[in-house]
């Protein structure tokens, strides 16, 4: 078997931008990049040393497509890719099944589970890599890559990355969200928000050591009504926050009481 | 001014076995250990070499009497201390406003703002202490106690750390109530919670490099439909878990996006 050496990258968006230079940093090569926006892809270009990819409709000298677009243009950009190439075409997305690349291609999924930031560096070793491909062959292909920048990777069906796609927005988009609040109650009491860092970084160190559901601690976990009270009062009445509040004091409530609030 | 030398603690429960040990190695001594649970109230004495105190309303020889005890009893335990004692008497609570302690003694609060398990250490030199009394000699006492264990004092009047007790919960209790919902997703799929450690480590770094609202990314920030819609699949119609989805899914929208979802 053959491994992949030659990465072509179709989209030069946020996931592209990170992941190409770490891509020829361990020794890949980086066929071409196509794009859309002719800036953009001529800056990613330019920064790993490849050349523009003019069409993609036709032949590719490459062992992997790498689509790194947007999760609703994967299946449209996808049908566009010539079906003679000998290249794996593989997304990056968590959400969208294997199935939306066309059958006529040697399909791939090459997911990165990462909040990638523009303006952050990545330490890929701790990234975990989703690898979904229709055999062994092209898994292990697409497994050696990611095991070029991680020691993380995991081989997943469509339905386990749709799950955990959605595990992935509770613990990080609606998590992030918990802190949004936090920081806006803190300041309207004109508090530095810093204060809570060391319990937000105690609480994501917690779920490291042991289950979230044995970490619980708080008013609704002891079931201190006196202080649920307490804090309903801070929350106006009819607003998204209270009733925010209200429904997930009672979720942990009722994972650890039997009567009612 | 005399600075606080020996401090006797009521309630021998999770925060004053936390605490206790740490006074002590820190060369402070423990005046005496009161309690109601008397298997309780001799182990963490004999843990700090202390004397059982028998009776809180007789006078104590002690700088500071700290309570350590549930938010509710904080006021009727108060009530039976010696009004004639010279000590401070400092409650550890956040919730709990000064006020919760009879004006006929030297109030003041003392609140280490940290979520403690029972069986984990505490590096107390991270943990914010969030002080209150009716003076700034007192204020500068409980000040200089909280000091020996950390770097990270705070002086809160009882509307603010009111405030910062709810942002509390929001950062801790909620965003690990999201942790265990992904937690159960993942089971579900069969995919080892591992798998979401490095992104919950990102999510609370990124928190302390930059406000919380600049860091959401996710199909609800972007307005991503398709991949909502997905999720929504995912999630039984009528649960629990499907409403405070819909519900954090809105909240973030509307932070991002002017139309409606």
Known sequence: MNG??????????????????????KGLTIAGIYGRDADETTRLAKKVEAPI????????NADLILLCVSDDSIG?????????????VAHTSGAVPLSAIPDNLRRGVFYPLQSFSA????VWDNVPFCIEAENDDDVNMLGSVAER???KIYILSSEQRKSLHLAAVFANNFANLMFEFSEELLEKADINRSILHPLILETANKVL??????????????GDVETIKAHRELLDEGSNLREIYDLL???IYDRNHHEKL
Chains 1, 2 share one sequence.
């Open 209 to 222: 050591m042991q289950k979230a559901s044995e970490s619980q601690t708080g008013p609704a976990s002891r």
């Open 76 to 88: 449209e950009i996808a049908a566009q890719i010539f079906p003679g190439n000998k290249a794996i």
């Open 4 to 25: 992949i050496k030659r990465i072509a990258i179709v989209g030069p968006g946020r996931v592209a931008n990170h992941l190409a230079p770490a891509f020829k940093e």
């Open 53 to 60: 990819i003019q069409d993609i409709g036709k032949r590719i």
């Open 149 to 151: 920048l991680s020691s």
């Open 119 to 122: 303006d952050k560096n990545i």
């Open 249 to 251: 004091t009672q979720e």
